[in-house]
């Protein structure tokens, strides 16, 4: 079976520029979540997504924003990007509840660098 | 922000020893803990879990520990190869805020390992 994968691996975009970028969990997965990784550091929790609703959001101004499709796919949107949103942005997948009791299986990410 | 403690931010070990990756975490009332491994350019790959009712989990070649009256968590390796060199985290679950039934996770700032031939 095919794992989380997303899309595209790398992106450059420039200050201000918007960006979507692309999931597509495990086959069976209905739960998507979104992590920002900065270089160096561990993982940090932006979106996460039950049944296509918003079921918890970390500590991340409004330019970003999420959705997920019936098909249980899911898009990461960051509008007006600032520098600092150079990171790589993994998407991870789950049966249910977003990790409570059952392992995040993440993608390889996208690796997006603001210039 | 939150995060998940870890004590040394690099360990080598020659091929073949033991391996030892140590975690702090301080929400006394976490009952859920993972171990990931990333490697280069790749995203984290699940290693092994345990949940707080347990004090130690085995896997292959893998072990973890959990003593949760000093709030500590462990990744045994036994026989370490060059191939499990990367980037180890531990993660600690808790609950999103205003939910009861989904939850995220809090990642360390990872460990890297080195493999000596």
């Known amino acids: 079976d095919a794992g989380v994968t997303q899309s595209p691996t790398h992106l450059i975009k420039t200050r201000g520029q918007h960006v979507t970028l692309r999931c597509s969990p495990i086959?069976?997965?209905?739960?998507v979540s979104w992590y920002q990784q900065v270089l160096g550091q561990g993982p940090q929790f932006i979106f996460q997504y039950y049944e296509k609703e918003e079921r918890g959001r970390g500590n991340f101004p409004d330019r970003f924003s999420a959705r997920q499709f019936p098909n249980y796919s899911s898009e990461l949107n960051v509008n007006a990007l600032l520098l600092g949103d150079s990171a790589l942005y993994l998407c991870?997948?789950?049966?249910?509840?977003?990790?409570?009791?059952?392992?995040?299986?993440f993608g390889n990410g996208t690796r997006l660098t603001v210039t | 922000g939150e995060s998940v403690g870890l004590h040394l931010p690099t360990l080598s070990v020659q091929e073949g020893d033991n391996s030892i990756i140590n975690c702090a975490y301080s929400n006394s009332a976490s009952d859920y803990f993972i171990w990931y491994k990333q490697e280069s350019g790749k995203g984290p790959q699940f290693i092994i879990d345990i949940r707080s009712n347990m004090d130690k989990r085995q896997g292959q070649r893998v072990t973890v520990l959990l003593n949760k009256t000093v709030k500590h968590l462990s990744l045994q390796i036994a026989a370490t190869q060059p191939g499990d060199s990367a980037v180890y985290f531990c993660a600690e679950s808790r609950p999103v805020h205003g939910s009861s039934n989904t939850g995220k996770l809090i990642f360390g700032q990872g460990t890297t390992l080195q493999v000596k031939p």
């Open positions: 991870a997948s789950s049966r249910t509840g977003g990790s409570l009791g059952s392992p995040l299986h």
């Open positions: 086959s069976g997965h209905k739960s």
